[in-house]
């Protein structure tokens, strides 16, 4: 069985740094893992990518320069380094990857930006 269990999330005010982290479980491949948010009313929206051996990683241009993400492929953990944080970021940041033909979704960890 597939897990996948974000944590780090909270309330900080704009301008401000927050971490977020994701734990991976359930599978032995290295695979590429992804952050998706999505704030309230909106949809889904893709923030990063990184891929299993951390060669390549994405951003969408939303993010891009503020956010750095990186991972620790012994621990299969993901982490989202949030800095200079924008009230339109506040959402919820969900872990995600992809597996012999299935989406596998955490249960998101909330971050709210304001003041």
């Known amino acids: 069985q597939v897990y996948l269990v974000e944590s780090g999330g909270g309330l900080v005010q704009p301008g401000g740094s927050l971490s977020v982290s994701c734990v991976a479980s359930?599978?032995?491949?290295?695979?590429?893992m992804n952050w998706y948010r999505q704030a309230v009313g909106k949809e889904r929206e893709f923030v990063a990518a990184i891929s299993g051996t951390s060669s390549k990683i994405n951003y969408a241009d939303s993010v891009k320069g503020r956010f750095t993400l990186s991972r620790d492929s012994a621990e299969n953990t993901m982490y989202l380094q949030m800095n200079n944080l924008k009230p339109e970021d506040t959402a919820t940041y969900y872990c995600?990857?992809?597996?012999?033909?299935?989406?596998?979704w955490g249960k998101g960890t909330l971050v709210t930006v304001s003041s």
């Open positions: 359930g599978f032995r491949t290295t695979l590429a």
């Open positions: 995600h990857i992809h597996l012999d033909g299935t989406d596998y």
